[in-house]
Structure formats: C-alpha cells, structure tokens
C-alpha cells in the first residue's frame, strides 16, 4: 500500500524551530522527487521546498530561503523539511508529495501553528 505519512507538525512561538519528517512505503522513493507544500487557512496550497530524487538538487520558495532546509534518506525513505526562524505566515498544514513522471502521491499533511 503506497502511503506517505507525515510528522512531527506541532505548535511553536515566533522564532521557534520545527523539524517535519514524511516517511514513504510502498513505492521506490529513490526515484521520486519530493516536495512539502503549505496550505494555510483560506489560502491556496504553495510550494515550499523540493528535493530532487538522490537529493543533490533542492529547491525553496522564496519566503522560506535561509530558514527551512529540505533533505532526504532514500535507505530510511524519508524526507525531512528542517524550519527554522518560524513566523506566524510559517503557519499552516505541511503536504508531503511525491511524484516520478505521472505517478504522484500525498500525505494526509502535518499541522504547524505559530504564535507571535
């Protein structure tokens, strides 16, 4: 059964640090890239960080470079999104995707809650 499960989602103050994991099964992770998108309330989702396959290529939006490092263990077929410096925009549910040519797949999403 492919599932991705994330964790690690939670509440923090402003300035806090929040380190989300998404653990993938049933499918050969080491082939697809991966992504965490952020929906926040009554937003439409954004792309926040991605990671190419073997991990040699990452990406961030802009509002998030310096703050968040996206990385991956393709043996432990895990894919981590470290935050840092965390802001109440920060807040919002944390979507795993993962996708090789037309086959994607989601998470059930992690919530993040930051308090000024």
């Known amino acids: 059964q492919v599932q991705l499960v994330e964790s690690g989602g939670g509440s923090v103050q402003s300035g806090g640090s929040l380190t989300l994991s998404c653990a993938a099964s049933g499918f050969v992770f080491s082939l697809y890239g991966a992504r965490w998108y952020r929906q926040a309330p009554g937003k439409e989702g954004v792309l926040v960080a991605q990671?190419?396959?073997?991990?040699?290529?990452?990406s961030y939006a802009d509002s998030v470079k310096g703050r968040f490092t996206i990385s991956r263990d393709n043996f432990k077929k895990t894919v981590q999104l470290q935050m840092e410096s965390l802001s109440p925009e920060d807040t919002g549910v944390y979507y795993c995707?993962?996708?090789?040519?037309?086959?994607?797949?989601w998470g059930q999403g992690t919530q993040v809650t930051v308090s000024s």
């Open positions: 995707y993962s996708w090789f040519g037309s086959q994607q797949y």
């Open positions: 990671i190419s396959s073997t991990g040699a290529g990452t």
